[in-house]
């Protein structure tokens, strides 16, 4: 056997029934090893000297040997057609398994054996055998997959590596290429998830509103983000109640400061185009989610970011509390990653670089500058705040060779960790790069973020002459995106008409600390998916959907609860990206029929509008009942500020990593 060998799951779908032993010897292993080799050359996934093996023979399937007499030739077959007849090569059998890889059934398969192509005789199966199967048989066949038959295989099984729609785990494939490579080799590849119809349909339109955002003021909440709203303010009004909910369109004409204090006389279009819609968040874990429906346009002055909810709840009895408040509290110690973008590592350690990651309640981005909660200290809290202009999301995998290489069963698991990194500042001299007697940071020193002037003076924590070193935390001590004090003001700063909105001056950077503190103890005390026997104090979730726990959105179903995407649709779209990848032989009808509607559908809904992506993709912008009739129009917002970073959007250009990058641990700063 090779060096390098890698055991790979097998697919999902298979129409195999168990064959009798009759008069040879079982040999799964031979068939595992070739049909390993095959699948991945099918996926344009095989490295030259790495020998691939199948966990195990797909269900139903066998592999049988028996010598000739008088010969040292090896007769080999492939037992388990539902038409009874083996298949006597891997020539007749690949065409077959490819078309269930494919299809998800045997439903048109042309192989040799499906299309009837070869008479049965007494040496392949005896009188007894079952007559081929009918389509009606086939498909019934096809639904047994590894979760519902067992293989006969004495192969040790590795579970499938895939999730419910059958899409390939994306970190097991990394993951895998990784050990294949060996600790003496390296791993780098931007992230191109070709198998995921979500992320073919999403990503370019991901990377493009990842840009837009990077281009906005702190101050204006981003898509799927957490906020504290008022529903209604009249004049004088003093009878409001605060709600959380989350945001699922941006207003289409422009904000700016002046809309943290009012609607400006300014403002042309109504609140359905210059207004952010919120929809209150409906409770986790619970399947009746009536908030969902209970939408709301609302100007940018009548919300806060939900971080400082105790800021704006502070006179308030709990009892007096909108439910919504504490579904918003439950999830604070949650986060999901978003925009992958690269993969490198060298055995038994890996990063993932990511471009952004929703953590509790916010959307933290490469090139923000953000918050980091401060060490216990017997001094002022404002006086030992410290901040991050973030140019890095890691997620970490470590200990590796110690993991199970099957992600499914009761072994160990790899060892996740998050962490952020980018140029560092603080407030504190003793902790300057320099020691106590270092200069203060110049406002205009290279990347220095402005909104951090009116705050006092500022030491660089990290070398200023070194451009590549930067400090690394864990994502718990990020506290969320910094913003210049004159905006806080805005919304803080009591005024004559609403004075009771709120009225706390914040007079520190410190602002709303002790809000995300107690928000996250609560979600860990209270949020029912974390794994608290584990030890577990935050829950890792794949999407924003699943980590707010949401079924709808805009509107519309998502995630699991839509009833439009299911397995044979997703199978259906997977298809259309063979056929436009050119990796199914043409002349196909079906294919292309196939592939048209997958075009079609892209420009109807990106498909992702049923997915994950559906947070993130553009939608017609919808009145309330009580704000008139719906109109048309996207959700993208244009900024008319000119405080909007540069430096932030500079970030935001890299869509590939180059190699002094992909080595910056050489120089980072690891801060615990």
Not at 300 to 321: G, I, K
Not at 458 to 478: C, G, M
Not at 608 to 626: E, G, L, N, Y
């Amino acid at each position: 056997m090779a060096r390098n060998a890698v055991t790979i799951p097998v697919w999902n779908d298979s129409d195999g029934q168990h064959a009798p032993a009759k008069d040879r010897s079982r040999n799964d292993g031979y068939f595992e090893e070739r049909l390993g080799d095959l699948w991945m050359k099918e996926r344009g996934q095989a490295q030259p000297g790495v020998l691939y093996r199948l966990d195990r023979m797909p269900t139903g399937y066998s592999g049988w040997e028996k010598r000739r007499e008088g010969t040292k030739h090896i007769d080999r077959y492939i037992a388990g057609h539902p038409s009874g007849k083996d298949f006597r090569s891997l020539n007749e059998a690949w065409p077959h398994f490819r078309h269930l890889i494919a299809h998800g059934s045997a439903d048109g398969c042309l192989c040799i054996l499906c299309s009837g192509g070869r008479k049965n005789t007494k040496s392949t199966r005896t009188s007894a055998s079952a007559p081929a199967a009918s389509k009606s048989s086939r498909k019934v066949a096809a639904r047994k997959t590894q979760n519902t038959t067992d293989s006969d295989s004495e192969t040790p099984q590795r579970s499938k590596q895939a999730d419910a729609e059958g899409i390939p785990d994306y970190y097991r494939i990394l993951l895998d290429k990784l050990k294949a490579a060996g600790p003496n080799g390296t791993v780098r590849e931007n992230v191109v998830d070709q198998l995921s119809p979500d992320w073919r349909a999403g990503h370019q339109m991901l990377q493009g509103m990842l840009d837009d955002w990077s281009h906005q003021p702190a101050f204006v909440p981003r898509l799927g983000e957490l906020v504290i709203f008022i529903r209604s303010l009249g004049e004088g009004d003093t009878g409001y109640r605060w709600e959380a909910g989350v945001v699922t369109q941006l207003p289409i004409e422009p904000v700016s400061q002046h809309d943290l204090l009012g609607i400006p006389p300014s403002k042309k279009q109504g609140i359905t185009y210059s207004g952010f819609r919120v929809e209150p968040l409906p409770e986790p874990g619970n399947q009746y989610k009536p908030y969902s429906l209970q939408h709301k346009y609302v100007p940018l002055h009548a919300l806060r970011p939900f971080v400082y909810w105790r800021e704006c709840l502070e006179r308030r009895n709990e009892q007096e509390w909108h439910p919504t408040i504490k579904h918003a509290l439950t999830v604070s110690s949650s986060w999901s990653l978003l925009g992958k973008y690269h993969f490198a590592g060298s055995w038994p350690e890996a990063t993932l670089f990511c471009r952004g990651v929703y953590l509790g309640s916010e959307l933290i981005m490469m090139g923000d500058t953000v918050r980091l909660e401060p060490r216990p200290r017997e001094s002022r809290q404002d006086e030992e705040m410290e901040v991050i202009v973030v140019s890095s999301i890691r997620l970490r995998f470590v200990k590796l060779d110690e993991a199970s290489d099957d992600d499914y069963d009761n072994g160990n698991s790899y060892t996740t960790c998050l962490h952020i990194a980018g140029k560092a500042y603080t407030l504190d001299p003793k902790r300057s790069f320099g020691g106590i007697g270092a200069s203060p940071a110049r406002p205009d020193q290279p990347g220095f973020p402005p909104e951090l002037v009116a705050y006092g003076n500022w030491f660089n924590l990290t070398d200023p002459l070194n451009d590549r070193q930067k400090l690394e935390v864990p994502y718990t001590r990020v506290l969320g995106r910094c913003l210049a004090r004159e905006d806080l003001e805005c919304w803080f700063t009591p005024c004559e008409t609403h004075s009771q909105i709120a009225t706390i001056k914040p007079l520190s950077l410190s602002q709303g600390l002790d809000s995300i503190q107690e928000a996250r103890a609560y979600s860990t005390a209270h949020d029912t998916r974390i794994d608290r026997a584990s030890g577990q104090s935050w829950f890792w979730a794949e999407t924003r959907i699943e980590q707010l726990d949401l079924h709808e959105v805009n509107g519309k179903f998502v995630g699991s609860k839509d009833e439009d995407r299911n397995r044979k649709q997703v199978n259906a779209w997977r298809q259309a990206l063979k056929v436009l990848d050119g990796n199914l032989k043409k002349g196909s009808l079906d294919d292309y029929l196939a592939a048209k509607r997958m075009r079609e559908e892209e420009f109807k809904q990106q498909v992702a509008a049923s997915s994950a992506f559906s947070m993130v993709t553009s939608a017609a912008q919808r009145d309330s009942a009580t704000d008139g009739e719906a109109v048309e129009g996207g959700d993208l917002m244009d900024v008319d500020d000119d405080a909007a970073s540069s430096r932030r959007a500079s970030s935001m250009q890299m869509l590939s990593m180059d190699d002094d990058e992909a080595d910056d641990d050489s120089v980072m700063i690891i801060d615990d």
